[in-house]
């Protein structure tokens, strides 16, 4: 739903930075939020957007602007442990989050 | 301090029998959100549920599917007559009163296997 749409999969060395895109439809958004998903495990939230501009956590930002329904999730000095799925979700409506299908990152040495 | 208990971690069914699964809120939420995830694909929602109340249902599959929320004790999720398709991980979510300004905090999951 709401056509957000990212990457599939995405391959980095470690140590190097990797920017995971994200658009989306903007009718209706209320925030932006990217969670980070290990295989078999359940989502954790990452990072919240709702103004333009770039929120920066550490190894990681996240990136808004809203006029142009985009986000990026940026991730510095990658580690091993980086490799999971990255998870893009809109709130829409202020009730209900719709979610991309994920980015699968794999972090080579 | 528990978070968002999901029970059972696994479960294992044959087609055509029914599948329960379990969502016990953190303590203090009242709202409770079903998700469903596909070997790699995203989540994808299903159901949006208060105490004794179904706020948004517009992901459910319209037959087999069923949530409550009553006043005491979880959620479920209950599938009917589960047929192959149905096997996924099943995610909890639960949040206060309706208040999502840092997301959802998820359950560890149900997986179920339909075999």
């Keep these: 739903g709401q056509n957000i749409d990212q990457p599939t999969e995405m391959t980095a060395t470690e140590g190097a930075i990797v920017q995971i895109n994200c658009t989306y439809q903007t009718s209706g958004f209320n925030g932006l939020f990217w969670y980070q998903q290990h295989a078999g495990e359940a989502p954790t939230f990452l990072s919240y957007n709702v103004l333009d501009g770039l929120e920066e956590k550490g190894r990681f930002s996240s990136f808004l602007s809203r006029s142009k329904g985009y986000s990026y999730l940026l991730l510095k000095e990658l580690q091993m442990k980086d490799s999971a799925s990255y998870l893009c979700a809109v709130l829409y409506n202020f009730n209900k989050f719709y979610f991309g299908s994920g980015t699968k990152l794999n972090v080579k040495p | ?115």
């Design chain 2, 1 to 115: 301090n528990a978070g968002v208990m999901q029970n059972p971690r696994h479960l294992v069914r044959r087609r055509g029998q029914e599948a329960r699964l379990r969502c016990s809120p953190m303590k203090g939420h009242s709202h409770v959100y079903w998700y469903r995830q596909l070997p790699e694909e995203g989540l994808k929602f299903m159901v949006y549920l208060q105490k004794e109340n179904i706020i948004d249902e517009s992901g459910m599959p319209k037959e087999r599917f069923s949530a409550e929320f009553p006043k005491e004790g979880p959620s479920i999720l209950r599938i009917q007559q589960v047929v192959r398709g149905d096997s996924a991980a099943y995610f909890c979510a639960s949040s206060q009163a309706g208040t999502v300004g840092y997301g959802y905090t998820f359950g560890s999951g149900t997986r179920l296997t339909v075999v």
